[in-house]
């Protein structure tokens, strides 16, 4: 999955700091459960590309729509399947 974040140039630089502060303390638990496994920066961009590991899709959309900088994403969805030929 990819996640973009564009946060507005005029947000309140408190609620800037506090809302990140949140992200980042709402996705390192996730990474301690396991459900959110791999996480990369994009060089050079406010976006990464994550791996989740999680139950259901379901699950998956409770996780995205409960982080902090949700509504400043835009967030590209890429399902994965184990292949046949991987060892």
């Not at 809302?19 to 961009?45: C, F, N």
Request: aromatic content about 10%; overall charge negative; charged content about 25%.
């Amino acid at each position: 999955m990819r996640m973009d974040v564009d946060l507005p140039r005029d947000l309140d630089p408190v609620v800037r700091q506090e809302t990140v502060a949140r992200e980042k303390a709402y996705s390192q638990d996730l990474q301690r459960s396991g459900e959110w496994r791999h996480i990369w920066r994009i060089v050079g961009q406010y976006s990464n590309v994550s791996i989740f590991d999680v139950a259901s899709n379901e699950r998956l959309h409770e996780i995205l729509w409960g982080l902090p900088l949700f509504p400043y994403m835009t967030i590209e969805v890429t399902p994965l399947a184990s292949h046949p030929s991987a060892i």
